[in-house]
C-alpha cells in the first residue's frame, strides 16, 4: 500500500484486496493488504478497514485499537503468534460493528480467550479457521455469529 494514502486526512473507508487462485483445487483465496504502521493517523477519520493482513512483528495489531472511529475491521492471513494484541485493540475499538478474523490456513487456530470485553456495538462476528475454544464476553444474544471452521475440531461456547 502506498504511503501517501495516509495523508487522505478525511479517508473513511480502505478496502484493499485481491483474490489468487489454488493452483491444487482451484479455490480462489481473498489477499489482503500489509498497511503500514502509520495508519494510526488516521484514527479520527477511518471507518471500514478491510483485508488487513497481520505484520511480522505485530505492531500493527496494537496499534489497530488507536483508530477509534472504526466501524468495520476484516482481518485476514491471521495466526495465533499473534497473542494479546488483537484482542487488545479489538476491546478499544467501541463502534466497531462487524468483526471478521480469517486464519492464514483452516488449521491455524484463533484465539478469543484474551478478550475481556467484546465492543459495546459488536453486531456481527465471522470467524474462518480453527477454534480451541471460544468466548466473547458481552456478546448479546441479537448479535450474530458466523462460523466456518476447520473439521475434527472441537469447541466450548461461553459468554453468549
Do not use: W
Amino acid at each position: 500500500m502506498p504511503v501517501a494514502i495516509l495523508m487522505l486526512q478525511k479517508l473513511r473507508h480502505l478496502l484493499v484486496y485481491r483474490y489468487e487462485i489454488d493452483s491444487d483445487d482451484q479455490t480462489p483465496t481473498k489477499c489482503g493488504f500489509k498497511a503500514p504502521e502509520q495508519i494510526r493517523c488516521l484514527h479520527e477519520s477511518l471507518q471500514k478497514l478491510c483485508f488487513l493482513e497481520e505484520n511480522q512483528r505485530n505492531i500493527l495489531m496494537r496499534e489497530l485499537g488507536r483508530l477509534n472511529q472504526l466501524r468495520r475491521l476484516d482481518i485476514v492471513k491471521f495466526r495465533k503468534r499473534a497473542g494479546r494484541a488483537p484482542s487488545s485493540s479489538i476491546e478499544k475499538l467501541i463502534n466497531l460493528r462487524p468483526l471478521s478474523v480469517s486464519a492464514i490456513r483452516m488449521g491455524e487456530v484463533i484465539d478469543t480467550h484474551y478478550l475481556s470485553s467484546s465492543p459495546q456495538f459488536l453486531q456481527r462476528i465471522y470467524l474462518t479457521g480453527s477454534l480451541e475454544k471460544f468466548t466473547v464476553p458481552n456478546l448479546l444474544i441479537s448479535s450474530i455469529l458466523c462460523l466456518q471452521l476447520c473439521k475434527g475440531k472441537s469447541f466450548v461456547l461461553t459468554g453468549l
